[in-house]
Each structure stands twice: as structure tokens, then as C-alpha cells.
């Protein structure tokens, strides 16, 4: 009975210091601006399932993100649209962690030792919970806001590449230098009362629990269909949208909008000047098979000897905006300057 208890109060004591890892570092990378999606929340998740009872590791990911969730400032539950994908991404670590329970014993053998397969191991461990995580949270933003077709699926996967390349990195860095060598040292250590048989009825309401999770992720706000608008948020990043910069004549516009596929300089800047609520004019040339600018917000061409220019990226194209196609994270300036001869 006292080596049950002292068991317990091990396990407690060794929860609370996994949270605490967790909260401190996703806290401490999120205020170094580190890249976006680096990140040992998931790390912290496998590792809750080698060392604590399945009823413990399920809450050392999702306490960890709400801990670190406060100490940033971030309102999780209230306060602005981004909320609505919280539970998608608490029930995706979740069931990171309920795949780690049912596999744990093969997850424990296969870090057993330090070798380079061991090494090979760790990091596909990494890059399969990360591809797992990063399919549900992408669905998840793709079905609380963006509309709900084909095309803006892939438009959504597409815009998380940039992200979800950060996190294989993430993935791949700290199950090789944390996961490997904390459960090859563990799993040495009889003394450290870790749990090794794992009865399948402990495991029952772990699956209750995230399956709950789940359930209501997909309830609530997530039940009304988004329209187009619903996404407008989330366009500030340069690497999920296309900024566009509007220089005239004394006046800036800038905006992000989010780029379909097929999307060119012409149909964003048309995008554009819908929102902000300002007028273009241009002309068709047959010969061209192309549209000229001829005016964007009273600016017209010719005034003053300037006129409308457009760049991508820096670059000067040699062809009609409405020929050039854009992806999220191009950049798309429109001058009103002097053309020299």
C-alpha cells in the first residue's frame, strides 16, 4: 500500500512537471519569436504516455495549451474567431496521445537504444504525429471557416504547407534530442514506478474522453456552413494570403486576401477594391487579349505623367495582371509613378 501511494503521489509530481515543461517552453518559443509551429507541446504529449497512467498523460498536452494559452494572453474561449478552433486543436493532440496509449509499448521498445535506427525511429515518430495533427487542424480550419467546397479544401492544405514544413522540423528536433533520450533513460531506471502493463480497461475513458472532444469539435459555432467573409480574419499573414500594396498619388492602401486557385494580380486587386470601397477602371485590348488599368481610386493615367505600374515579388511581370496568377504569399505592389523612356 505505501509503495501504491508513493506511486501516486510520483506520478502527480511527475505530471505537474510535464505541464510545467510544456507551458514554460511553448511559452518561451512563442516570446523568442520563434518560427510559427515550432513547438514541444507534442513532444511533452508522447512522453506523458511513457511515463504516467493513460488517465494522467491525457491531460499533460491540453493543460500544457491552456496554461500557455493564459501566459500569452490569448483569450482561448472567448474574445475573437480564432476560438472556434480550439477544440480542434486540443482534440488533435488529444488524439496524438490516445494513439501513444495504444501503442505505447512498441513506441517504448523502438527508443529502447541509441542507434541510428533508434534515430530513424524518433524522427518518423516525429513526422507521423505531426502529419496526423496538422491534417486534423487543417480540416478543422477548413470546416469552422472557410467555405465548404473542394477547391477551398485544397486552397486550405495548400496555405498550411509553410507550417506544417515548420512543424515536420519541430516533429523531427525534439523527439530525436528529448523523446529518445528521456525514454531510453526511463525505461532503464525499474526505480522510477513507471507503469509497464497498461490494462485495457484503463484505457476506456481516455477513448470516452476524446472521443467527447471530438464530438464537440464539430458542434456549436462549427454547425452554421461559414460564407467567404468568415475568413477574412485570418488573412493577415503574408504566407497564408497575398498582400497587396496600393501606392498613389499622396494615399497607401494594404490589405491581405486570400488567394483561390486560378486568383490573378487583376481579380485580387478587384477583391481589394471591394473591401476598402474604392473604384478602378480598365480597358480590354483585343490585340493584347489583355486588361490595361486605366484608373485605381481617381488616380488616372497620364495625370501629372505617371501611371500604374504593378510588380510581384519585386519583379516587373511582362504581362496583362489578369494573365499573371498569384499564390498565398506573393506580393503584389500597385505604383502610380513616372515611367521613364
Not at 499533460?60 to 482561448?76: A, E, H, R, T, Y
Not at 519583379?315 to 513616372?338: A, C, H, Q, R
Request: with cysteine; net charge negative; charged share 15%.
Amino acid at each position: 500500500m505505501e509503495i501504491k501511494n508513493l506511486s501516486n503521489i510520483y506520478q502527480i509530481l511527475l505530471m505537474s512537471s510535464l505541464i510545467g515543461l510544456g507551458t514554460i517552453g511553448r511559452y518561451a518559443l512563442v516570446s523568442l519569436g520563434v518560427p510559427p509551429n515550432f513547438e514541444i507541446i507534442m513532444v511533452m504529449a508522447f512522453l506523458s504516455v511513457i511515463l504516467l497512467r493513460p488517465s494522467l498523460a491525457i491531460f499533460v498536452p491540453l493543460l500544457g495549451m491552456i496554461f500557455s494559452d493564459i501566459l500569452l494572453g490569448n483569450s482561448i474561449f472567448v474574445g475573437n474567431e480564432m476560438n472556434r478552433i480550439v477544440l480542434f486543436t486540443y482534440s488533435g493532440f488529444a488524439m496524438i496521445s490516445l494513439i501513444n496509449i495504444f501503442n505505447r509499448e512498441r513506441f517504448q521498445k523502438g527508443l529502447g537504444k541509441i542507434q541510428l535506427k533508434n534515430v530513424g525511429f524518433a524522427a518518423g515518430l516525429g513526422i507521423g504525429f505531426v502529419l496526423i495533427y496538422d491534417v486534423w487542424t487543417n480540416f478543422g480550419w477548413w470546416y469552422l471557416i472557410y467555405p465548404h467546397t473542394a477547391q477551398s479544401l485544397v486552397a486550405v492544405f495548400t496555405a498550411g504547407i509553410p507550417f506544417m514544413l515548420n512543424h515536420l522540423i519541430s516533429g523531427i528536433a525534439t523527439f530525436v534530442l528529448i523523446a529518445l533520450p528521456v525514454t531510453y533513460y526511463t525505461s532503464h531506471k525499474e526505480k522510477l514506478f513507471i507503469p509497464i502493463n497498461i490494462r485495457s480497461i484503463q484505457k476506456i475513458p481516455v477513448v470516452v474522453f476524446v472521443i467527447g472532444l471530438i464530438v464537440l469539435s464539430f458542434t456549436g459555432t462549427a454547425m452554421k456552413i461559414p460564407e467567404k467573409s468568415d475568413i477574412l480574419w485570418i488573412e493577415q499573414s503574408d504566407q497564408t494570403s497575398v498582400k497587396i500594396v496600393i501606392q498613389g498619388d499622396g494615399w497607401r492602401i494594404e490589405d491581405n486576401i486570400f488567394a483561390y486557385d486560378g486568383d490573378t494580380v487583376f481579380s485580387i486587386l478587384k477583391k481589394c477594391s471591394e473591401r476598402n470601397g474604392f473604384s478602378f477602371e480598365y480597358t480590354y485590348y483585343e490585340e493584347f487579349d489583355s486588361m490595361l488599368i486605366d484608373s485605381i481610386n481617381n488616380d488616372v493615367n497620364g495625370d501629372n505623367g505617371k501611371y500604374w505600374q504593378y510588380y510581384v515579388n519585386e519583379d516587373i511581370p511582362m504581362v496583362g495582371s489578369d494573365k499573371y496568377t498569384v499564390s498565398n504569399g506573393d506580393s503584389i505592389l500597385w505604383s502610380f509613378e513616372t515611367v521613364s523612356y
